[in-house]
């Protein structure tokens, strides 16, 4: 069963948030098309570089929310 509104709602400001520790930016697809739609719909962009990270493999926004908590969760420790 999907996720709620609510609820991604709710993971996309966490993974956000997240993200913000890594020095990423979270991007969201503004205008979903075909494989996107199916699976997918996010990004991870480097501040500094302006370079994707993570979400680009094969087309745009190929990551989904869970991928990229994922891979976040599974990045080395922020800087402090």
Same mark, same amino acid.
């Not at 996309?12 to 996107?36: C, D, N, T």
């Not at 480097?46 to 599974?74: K, P």
């Given at each position: 069963? !999907?996720? !709620?509104?609510? @609820?991604?709602?709710?993971? @996309? ?19 979903? #098309? ?6 997918? !719909?996010?990004?991870?962009?480097? *501040? ?5 990270? #993570?979400?680009?493999? !094969?087309? *745009? #926004?190929?990551?989904?929310?869970? *991928?990229? @908590?994922? #891979?976040? *969760? ?5 800087? @402090?």
């Amino acid at each position: 069963m !999907g996720k !709620g509104r609510h @609820e991604i709602a709710s993971q @996309e400001r966490r993974v956000k948030r997240f993200a913000i520790r890594y020095g990423l930016h979270l991007m969201k697809s503004q205008k979903p #098309f075909g494989k996107v739609l199916e699976h997918g !719909g996010y990004m991870l962009r480097d *501040e500094d570089t302006r370079e994707i990270v #993570f979400g680009n493999t !094969g087309y *745009e #926004f190929s990551a989904d929310l869970d *991928e990229v @908590e994922a #891979f976040l *969760e599974a990045s080395t420790k922020p800087e @402090e």
